[in-house]
């Protein structure tokens, strides 16, 4: 009889960050690739000596640190999830207390409540910054071999990241946006799918989750404001690299969805200057429905105060967003805002007859990072309630929405209209 047969999959190297949901995304990848093809080691320690074998395991994941990216296969592509930092950070204090093999702080931790342990600074010392110290490591491999080399014999608790410099919020960020799959464990779903998409794998009806917190409540839930500061303040790049990977997730879904809908011809990138109808299909989202008049159409924005327009722009060149709109409120300086593929960006708010004509440049080197698919954000920050029997909640209403296209010179040209 015939065996059931399984073709080979693309490398990946997961670095399994602390209390991320990451023995369960191991057991999830574990079930991708044959056992031959998953590298044994699942820390440093582990590797001594066997470093040059690293490049022929498909599979390498555990709690190694950036750095250990220099001796996967070349064409690894590497995962990382993210938690939200003080939940992140209560979770493994409760998982150290518990457990005996968690970690060496146990012996610290054991009699401990919850306060005493977020007030204790040996402990809380080794959970400052913790997601930002397994990014941020340089160290050449040989080091760090050598160091546990050396170490080990008489001390076991020997880390590969005792000799990391402090981590440096740039640079954590740079390597996070070269880590090719971001997941983030509140949303541990919108990765492995994405995962299993562009990897091969197959996709999981039931996610291994394992190794949860036995009381299963929210790890904040009963702290006072000062333990949440005390907290904070172990946590000030975490939080800042936590925000940026929710950003760059969902930019990147983005982009994602605006590949698809040009491979399917329903988007077409505009060879010039063109005009959106509003009319028509709003390439966007925080639109209502379009409403016509005396032959005049336009769209009320709402029901809350973001609102955007999507659409795929040529690489090559800047645009110019011309956008005419009025409103049930008069707009300051303060009451309006807007950013392209999450740059804030500056405009001119210029009265216009009983409305407003907004202006905006798009740089063209924006558009070269994100391949031409272009997000304009922008915040009304507030919204009208209208009362019944309207009870819509609108921000502003929009009558026009332009693209120039500023550069090269020879695509300068009256605006064509943009059916989507």
Not at 351 to 357: A, I, N, Q, S, W
Request: some cysteine.
């Amino acid at each position: 009889m015939d065996l059931f047969q399984i073709g080979a999959r693309p490398p990946l190297f997961f670095m399994h960050i602390p209390k991320t949901a990451g023995m369960s995304m191991r057991l999830y990848l574990s079930e991708q690739y044959p056992v031959h093809e998953i590298c044994p080691a699942a820390r440093w320690q582990g590797l001594l000596g066997r470093e040059p074998e690293l490049r022929s395991f498909p599979l390498v994941q555990g709690h190694f640190r950036y750095n250990l990216r220099e001796l996967v296969a070349t064409d690894a592509r590497m995962l990382v999830m993210l938690r939200e930092p003080l939940r992140r950070t209560v979770s493994a204090l409760r998982h150290l207390q518990r457990d005996p093999s968690f970690h060496q702080d146990h012996n610290l931790a054991k009699d401990l409540t919850l306060a005493e342990m977020i007030r204790h600074p040996d402990l809380m010392e080794n959970q400052r910054n913790v997601q930002a110290r397994y990014l941020c490591p340089s160290m050449a491999p040989a080091d760090v071999s050598a160091y546990l080399r050396q170490e080990l014999p008489q001390n076991p608790n020997a880390d590969a990241g005792d000799l990391d410099d402090p981590p440096e919020l740039q640079l954590v960020l740079d390597r996070l946006a070269s880590i090719d799959f971001v997941g983030l464990t509140e949303d541990i779903g919108a990765v492995v799918s994405t995962m299993a998409q562009e990897m091969n794998y197959h996709p999981p009806l039931y996610f291994p989750f394992i190794n949860e917190d036995p009381i299963r409540i929210d790890p904040l839930q009963g702290l006072t404001e000062e333990d949440i500061e005390i907290l904070r303040e172990y946590n000030d790049l975490d939080l800042d690299i936590y925000d940026f990977a929710k950003r760059l997730i969902e930019r990147r879904a983005f982009e994602r969805s605006m590949r698809q809908l040009i491979s399917s011809g329903v988007y077409t990138v505009p060879p010039g200057s063109f005009e959106i109808p509003t009319s028509g299909i709003m390439p966007g989202s925080g639109w209502y429905e379009p409403e016509q008049q005396d032959g005049m159409s336009w769209r009320w924005t709402g029901p809350g105060r973001y609102f955007t327009i999507e659409v795929p722009l040529r690489q090559d060149a800047s645009y110019r967003l011309i956008m005419t709109f009025g409103g049930l409120r008069p707009l300051g300086p303060g009451d309006f805002a807007a950013e392209v593929n999450d740059e804030p960006v500056a405009f001119e708010l210029l009265p216009e007859g009983r409305g407003y004509r907004c202006e905006l440049v798009i740089p063209q080197a924006l558009l070269a990072q994100s391949s031409g698919f272009c997000r304009i954000r922008f915040d009304t920050r507030e919204t009208t309630q209208l009362p019944p029997p309207d009870i819509r909640a609108l921000g502003v209403s929009i009558r026009q929405i332009v693209f120039e296209c500023l550069e090269p010179a020879d695509d300068l040209r009256d605006p064509v209209s943009l059916e989507i």
